[in-house]
């Protein structure tokens, strides 16, 4: 398991699979979270260019090659974080988790994802809440200015 940095123009949604192919390089996604997958048949492709088109930096580019290049037909990854992109290119940066084998990927979507999804979903509930509150702040102030004003 190797956890690199994916910049890509798509939208990948937390939880996505992810494969690329080593004899040809090209890399494709899914539209279903890796726990909803029953086996690798099931799935859905969607081309997301060659593994160049990643934008890598050069370790990730050493590690990914580095798996792909093992005795391995392809290589999985799923998509853990999505993070900030300080590049402005158009582009989205992911934490993207990779495995070498299809069996890895469902022994993780089994035990480890489930983990981490349900922290993914208190984080996003707590961000809410804060933005919600925030929001509130800012109705309050400028209610109470409102008043002011009338007075």
Known sequence: MKKVTVSVTEELGYGTLIWVYANNHKVYHSNK????????????SNFLGKVEALNLNKTDKKTVLNLILEKTDRVFGVCVDKKKNTKNNGTDDFSV???PSWEQVM????TSFQELAETEVQRKKE????WLEKGRLFAQKK?????????
């Open 107 to 110: 022994t993780f979507a089994e």
């Open 143 to 151: 209610h109470a200015n409102r008043e002011k004003v009338k007075k």
């Open 33 to 44: 979270r890796v726990d909803r997958v029953k086996s690798f048949d099931d799935l859905d």
């Open 127 to 130: 961000a809410k809440e804060k």
């Open 97 to 99: 988790v990779f495995f």
